[in-house]
C-alpha cells in the first residue's frame, strides 16, 4: 500500500477516533453473521468487525498498517478485555503463515497495484482451514470515485472475479453494491462469503 493510501487513511482514522465513530458499515454487517471459530481481520482499519466478532465470542487476530488505527484498536480491546491480538504489517506483500476459521478481507485488495491485490487473494484463500469461510469486499470495474487511489497503484476486480476465484466452494453471500461519491461518482464494490468445503 502506497504512503498516499496510508495517509488517506490515517486522516480519516484520526476523524472518525476523535469523534468516537465507531459503527460498523454495511459490509461488516452483512459479513458478521458468518463468521465461526478463529478470525483474521486483514486490514482491519479501526477494528468495529474485530471487535464485534470478539463480543461474540470468536478470538481475533486483527492486522493493519496504520499504525493509528492498530495503536486505537488495540486500546479499545485490552479496555474492553476482549480477545483481539493487533499487529501492524505490511499487508501488501502478506503471506499465509496458518489457517483460520475465518479470514476477512474488507475493502482492502483495490489498494495494492493488482498483480499485489491477486497474490494476496489467493494467500487468503490458502488461509482459510477446511469447513471455514473467506470474506471479501473489493471495488470492481464501473467505480468511477478514484481520489483515494495513487495513480498506477491500485486494482479495480472484475466484476465476477471474486466468485471465480471461489470457484467450488459455497457462496454464502454475492453481491455487488453501488455507494454514491463525491462529484456525482460511484463507489461499485463486490462482496462474496464462500464457505470452503470440509473435506
Known amino acids: 500500500m502506497s504512503t498516499q493510501t496510508i495517509d488517506f487513511f490515517a486522516r480519516q482514522f484520526e476523524r472518525q477516533i476523535a469523534a468516537a465513530d465507531y459503527a460498523l ?3 461488516e454487517t452483512w459479513i458478521l453473521p458468518h463468521l465461526s471459530g478463529r478470525v483474521l481481520d486483514l486490514g482491519c482499519g479501526l477494528g468495529n468487525l474485530s471487535l ?3 463480543r461474540a465470542g470468536h478470538e481475533v487476530d486483527a492486522l493493519d498498517g496504520c499504525a493509528q488505527a492498530v495503536a486505537d484498536l488495540a486500546r479499545r480491546a485490552q479496555a474492553l478485555a476482549l480477545p483481539v491480538r493487533v499487529g501492524q504489517a505490511d499487508l501488501q506483500h502478506w503471506r499465509a503463515g496458518r489457517c ?4 476477512v ?3 482492502l485488495l483495490m489498494f495494492f497495484a493488482c498483480d499485489d491485490a491477486r497474490q494476496v487473494l489467493g494467500e487468503i484463500r490458502r488461509a482459510v482451514s477446511p469447513g471455514g469461510i473467506a470474506a471479501v469486499n473489493v471495488l470492481i470495474e464501473g467505480t ?3 481520489q483515494m487511489f495513487d495513480p498506477g ?3 479495480l476486480f472484475e466484476p465476477a472475479e471474486l466468485r471465480q476465484t ?3 466452494w459455497t457462496l454464502l453471500l454475492d453481491r455487488v453494491d453501488d455507494f454514491p461519491a463525491p462529484d456525482a461518482s460511484i463507489k461499485r464494490f463486490a462482496t462474496v462469503v464462500a464457505r470452503r468445503p470440509a473435506g
Do not use: L
Open 25 to 27: 458499515n454495511p459490509f
Open 52 to 54: 464485534a466478532a470478539a
Open 100 to 103: 483460520w476459521d475465518s479470514v
Open 105 to 107: 478481507s474488507i475493502g
Open 144 to 146: 468511477t470515485y478514484m
Open 153 to 155: 497503484r491500485h486494482c
Open 166 to 168: 471461489f470457484a467450488g
